[in-house]
C-alpha cells in the first residue's frame, strides 16, 4: 500500500480495540500510535486532526475518527 497510515489509538478505549481486533483478525499491520503512552503521538494527533479523540486514522495527512469508518476503509484498501 503506498498510503502514509498511522493509527492512534490507547488500549483501555473500547472502540480503539474494536479497531485493533479487525486488524488482527485481517492481519492488517500500520504503525500504532497510543496517545496515552506518548505525549508527542497526542500533540501530533491535534496538529492534524484539532482534536484528541482516538481511534483516528490518519492516511496522507487526513484524519478519519469513528471505529466503524476506520473499520469500512480498512476492509476497503486491504480486500475484506
Known amino acids: 500500500m503506498s ?3 498511522a493509527l492512534y489509538y490507547y488500549d483501555s478505549c ?4 474494536k479497531v485493533l481486533r479487525y486488524m ?3 492481519d492488517i499491520e500500520i504503525p ?4 496515552l503512552a506518548s505525549p508527542q503521538f497526542r500533540e501530533d494527533l491535534r496538529a492534524v486532526g484539532g482534536k484528541t479523540q482516538v481511534p483516528c486514522l490518519v492516511i ?3 484524519a478519519l475518527y469513528e471505529s466503524d ?3 469500512s476503509w ?3 484498501h486491504y480486500g475484506h
Open 69 to 71: 469508518d476506520i473499520i
Open 3 to 5: 498510503k502514509d497510515l
Open 14 to 17: 473500547p472502540f480503539c480495540q
Open 60 to 62: 496522507d495527512g487526513k
Open 24 to 26: 488482527s483478525a485481517h
Open 32 to 35: 500504532l500510535r497510543n496517545t
Open 74 to 76: 480498512l476492509g476497503n
